[in-house]
């Protein structure tokens, strides 16, 4: 199974973006011209069966700042497009090849809907759960690790790795509101020959996403439908902001026709973050106040409790209830429906 993924990335380009190695840089200062690189990947081997993402084979049609005249107008030729923002410890790599098979399990469930053109948003994660450098730090601490842990201190330097993603996560927001604000000329050609324009962010990445919202709010770019659905799965951001919902789910309600939140209490690697972070993630419950129908309608709300489905998939490990959304068929065919104008709001148990 061979597919192409449109993408663009704020990491660092060393050399003409050809090969995979070349994106392995961390990111420049933000917002400045070429920083950001758009280019297309082709991904060989992906294996849904085996929840395999396959390899990335090549890459073409490097450019600066914007996709080639070609690339934008192969990229909105036919299919709907889905937009997606990686979470943590995802190479350059990882984050085209984790689109390629976003792309073909959409697909899988039937629906012409969720058969999607993909452009994967790659920010700088270093690609690593744990830096081979901090392991003897982390050791050498040992029960006093644990032991500042259940106080709600995080000194251990095994999550040093985690923090150097989130700041880079946070960082990207300028590059990230560039890119959207780019891609809406294409978003525009997609919806006037009938088609639909969806955003589906995991993990981290919706911390990358809660900081580009927060600043095009500020920055005061215009609201309207840059999403028809936008799709957020295991979100590892704060629950609540003083009390309420955080503000950036209402930047991205007022971008989308509609906002569905996937969230799992049975989430391990979010119960980890819990305890780094020292408060609830918003990819365990949904926003504090996910009762409130004055904020979220539930004509253009959901908040989807996966907790109860089973994972019956290969490789199960403790990474496999943070991937739920690409590991259950239920989370994917409601994601299709959904994609599909159909689901209901508000509150949705599967």
């Known amino acids: 199974m061979n597919t192409t993924v449109y993408f663009a990335t704020n990491r660092q380009l060393q050399g003409d973006g050809t090969n995979a190695a070349h994106y392995a840089g961390e990111s420049g200062p933000a917002g400045l011209p070429g920083r950001v690189t758009h280019a297309v990947g082709f991904v060989e081997g992906t294996d849904l069966a085996r929840l395999e993402a ?4 090549r890459i073409e049609g490097v450019a600066a700042d914007d ?3 070609t690339v934008a107008a192969d990229l909105t030729s036919g299919r709907n497009l889905l937009i997606f923002v990686h979470g943590f410890a995802n190479s350059f790599t990882d984050s085209i090849t984790r689109a390629a098979f976003n792309r073909e399990w959409l697909a899988a469930s039937g629906i012409t809907a969720a058969d999607c053109s993909v452009v994967s948003f790659s920010w700088p994660s ?3 759960v744990v830096d081979p450098g901090d392991v003897l730090g982390g050791l050498a601490l040992g029960p006093m690790t644990l032991a500042l842990k259940l106080l709600g201190i995080t000194a ?3 999550a040093n790795a985690y923090f150097e993603d989130q700041a880079a996560a946070a960082a990207s927001a300028a590059d990230l509101v560039s890119f959207l604000d780019r891609l809406r000329p294409a978003m525009r050609r997609v919806r006037r020959r009938g088609g639909r324009v969806f955003l589906l962010a995991h993990s981290m990445g919706n911390w990358a996403l809660e900081a580009a919202l927060n600043r ?3 920055m005061g770019l215009p609201p309207g439908a840059l999403f028809d659905e936008a799709l957020s799965a295991a979100a590892d951001c704060p629950h609540a902001e003083a009390g309420r919902g955080p503000a950036w789910l209402g930047h991205l309600a007022a971008l989308s026709g509609r906002v ?4 799992s209490a049975g989430d391990q690697v979010l119960r980890l973050s819990q305890v780094v972070n020292n408060i609830q993630r918003l990819g365990r419950s949904g926003p504090v106040d996910r ?3 004055t904020r979220y309608p539930r004509e253009s709300s959901r908040f989807v409790d996966c907790e109860r ?3 019956a998939g290969p490789g199960l490990s403790l990474d496999s209830s943070h991937q739920f959304y690409r590991r259950i068929p239920e989370v994917r065919d409601d994601m299709a429906r959904v994609m599909d104008d159909r689901g209901a709001g508000g509150r949705v148990v599967l």
């Open 156 to 158: 251990s330097p095994l």
């Open 260 to 263: 569905s939140l996937y969230h």
């Open 216 to 218: 095009w709010a500020a």
């Open 126 to 128: 270093r690609g690593v």
């Open 67 to 69: 996709f080639s005249d």
């Open 291 to 293: 009762t409130d129908l």
């Open 54 to 57: 396959g390899r990335l084979a």
């Open 309 to 311: 489905l089973e994972d």
